[in-house]
């Protein structure tokens, strides 16, 4: 078992967070969370020199001079003669730079890229070539419960969290997780049963999406307290973990920012405004490494504070859209996303969401190659710069083709459009032609010596020109990324 006990660190900043996505609208249709399983964890050249320019000498005229016991002085010439043509000089010999060579390139992006792509379960289709190769799916979703990593006050048992992300990094996939405490149809919250234990706690039982469902007592202090604490421990623990490509956050219903269903009650089934923004700002504050991201729905004023608040809505989390593709995602969603100022928040904070469960058409034709409600996929997709996308019932509708086609839409994509080198020097230029930038740090890497400059945040169509001093006659050339695990590789196209 592993056992962590952290120092409890009370954050007096402004609150909020938000959550993040898995299935949106009236009758969301999330399957129901598979508790964690349990398995093993297998030289410069020299520059130029310009010649020493000539200079003319002085001419002289003789004159007579008159006998003196001083020394004899050439006088004052009475005339200017001519100037005497300038010699020609020879410049002074200097190195010349290895002229740099164009060098072939073939390359192609074969399979979907690090954390891009169409999201599975970290449950489902495991012996599918879906997940047992490379080329289809790079991530897996998971929900999560707090109550089986928080065993006490600020105590931590990691051991099962461990073995999930274990068994996705075997698998050679990254993480997106997603911590909750009320889902529809449980009627045990998932808070940490120590807080429980309080006699002044109190849970609620109410009717949510058609079932018995708990909900959390958020007037309580230490479930406030204890839901900081923990993710301050994550974050110690996490934060720079390329097991995990993205955390999603949130309250309310699948921690999606609602409660359709009795609805939202400040301080009571749902965190106050106050709260949520304390929250926020300790998030904000406690990750530095790892991208965080909260619903759409944070942005409905009804749900928090976020839509009355700009300062709020400045920070850095990013944004998921639990009911992408729905037939009016172009009303509300779309309004959702503006109140997040989503046409420049891409820029440096991932967007990813889940297919519509609003209905079984949606989810049945989300991926159609011809599209559905007048668009398709890749269209709606590259619209809101979508890096990735849960879709964990579609291959019940759709080859594992398409589901790599929809995939290779989303998020970065890098082609390689000059590459020179000499025997100790190169020279590469590379375009983002993807819809979004990647948001980890990546370098162009020559034989292995990478570039200073990172191509994190290289947004699309843009593009960097970098230098290396290193070449060779067959100089190579990588794309590397430490936010990866074994097995990953970002590629590229080229045709030079």
């Known amino acids: 078992m592993l056992m962590l006990k952290t120092t409890k660190n009370v954050f007096t900043a402004i609150s909020l967070f938000a959550m993040l996505s898995a299935c949106g609208g009236g009758s969301d249709g999330n399957p129901d969370p598979t508790p964690l ?11 130029s020199v310009s010649p020493t320019p000539s200079v003319s000498p002085t001419p002289t005229v003789t004159a007579t001079p008159t006998p003196s016991l001083e020394p004899t002085t050439t006088p004052t010439p009475t005339s200017t003669p001519s100037p005497t043509p300038s010699p020609t000089v020879s410049p002074t010999p200097t190195a010349t730079p290895e002229t740099l060579r164009d060098v072939p390139l073939q390359s192609s992006i074969t399979k979907v890229q690090p954390m891009t792509g169409i999201v599975l379960w970290a449950d489902s289709y495991n012996s599918s070539p879906l997940k047992t190769t490379d080329e289809f799916v790079q991530l897996e979703f998971a929900y999560l419960r707090p109550s089986d990593v928080v065993i006490g006050d600020d105590t ?3 051991s099962s969290f461990e073995n999930l992300l274990e068994q996705i990094r075997i698998r050679g996939k990254q993480a997106v997780v997603r911590w909750y405490y ?3 149809g449980y009627t045990s919250t998932a808070v940490p049963a120590y807080i429980k234990d309080y006699p002044d706690y109190n849970e609620t039982m109410e009717t949510s999406e058609g079932k018995a469902t708990a909900f959390p007592d958020w007037s309580h202090e230490e479930l406030q307290q204890a839901h900081l604490d923990f993710y301050q421990a994550f974050a110690e623990r996490y934060d720079s973990d390329p097991r995990i490509a993205f955390l999603q956050v949130g309250f309310g ?8 269903d009795p609805g939202v009650r400040f301080g009571e089934n749902y965190p106050s405004r106050a709260f949520q923004t304390q929250f926020a700002y300790h998030m904000e504050s406690t990750f530095e490494h790892l991208h965080w991201s909260i619903s759409k729905d944070a942005a409905f004023g009804d749900n928090g504070p976020y839509a009355s608040d700009s300062a709020l809505r400045a920070l850095t989390f990013g944004v998921f859209d639990d009911s992408f593709m729905h037939e009016n995602h172009h009303q509300y969603n779309e309004s959702m996303w503006e109140m997040f100022n989503y046409t420049n928040r891409y820029t440096y904070a991932p967007h990813g969401g889940e297919l519509s469960y609003y209905s079984d058409y949606d989810q049945q034709h989300a991926l159609d190659s011809a599209g559905m409600y007048g668009r398709t996929y890749e269209e709606l997709s590259a619209k809101f710069h979508i890096s990735y996308m849960i879709g964990n019932d579609q291959p019940n509708y759709q080859t594992n083709q398409r589901i790599k086609e929809a995939g290779l839409a989303n998020g970065y994509k890098f082609t390689i459009t000059e590459f020179k080198a000499s025997s100790s020097a190169s020279r590469v230029s590379i375009v983002n032609t993807g819809i979004a930038p990647i948001y980890y740090d990546a370098y162009v890497a020559i034989n292995g010596v ?3 400059e990172s191509l994190k945040g290289l947004a699309p169509g843009e593009s960097k020109t970098m230098e290396f001093s290193t070449g060779g006659d067959v100089p190579s050339l990588t794309i590397e990324c430490d936010h990866l695990v074994d097995g990953q590789e970002i590629q590229f196209n080229a045709d030079l």
């Open 450 to 452: 990478r570039s200073s």
């Open 182 to 184: 009320a889902y529809p």
């Open 156 to 158: 931590y048992d990691w």
């Open 37 to 47: 399983p349990t398995v093993e964890p297998s030289p410069e050249p020299s520059p």
């Open 253 to 260: 219903l699948w921690s999606e920012y609602h409660i359709y």
